[in-house]
């Protein structure tokens, strides 16, 4: 059974950083490019980051020097470190495959919500 597990959110004042992780199984990750994504309200889901199988990354421009993504192949394991949190970062934050998001391996996500 794949399962992509979102963990970590919660809510935070402007200016400070959440680490939010994703728990993979069901499938081999450490082949795979995953990638960060986030949806907020009314609008529709966007990539925030990428990672390779080797460590290479990208990432939206507009969380470029604030987000950092990384991987542990060997614990099926991904994280997104967010520094200098935003309002307009508030949003749902899911795991999935990259380029294309599996759509069966969708899951709850967990919510950032950045605010005073």
């Known amino acids: 059974q794949v399962q992509l597990v979102e963990s970590g959110g919660g809510l935070v004042q402007p200016g400070g950083s959440l680490r939010l992780s994703c728990a993979a199984s069901?499938?081999?990750?450490?082949?795979?490019?995953m990638g960060w994504y986030r949806q907020a309200p009314g609008k529709r889901r966007e990539l925030v980051a990428y990672i390779t199988k080797g460590g290479s990354t990208d990432y939206a421009d507009e969380v470029k020097g604030r987000f950092a993504i990384s991987r542990d192949n060997m614990k099926n394991t991904m994280t997104l470190q967010m520094n200098s949190l935003k309002p307009e970062d508030t949003a749902v934050y899911y795991c999935n495959l990259y380029p294309f998001g599996a759509k069966a391996y969708w899951g709850q996500g967990t919510q950032v919500n950045v605010s005073s």
């Open positions: 069901g499938f081999i990750f450490g082949v795979y490019t």
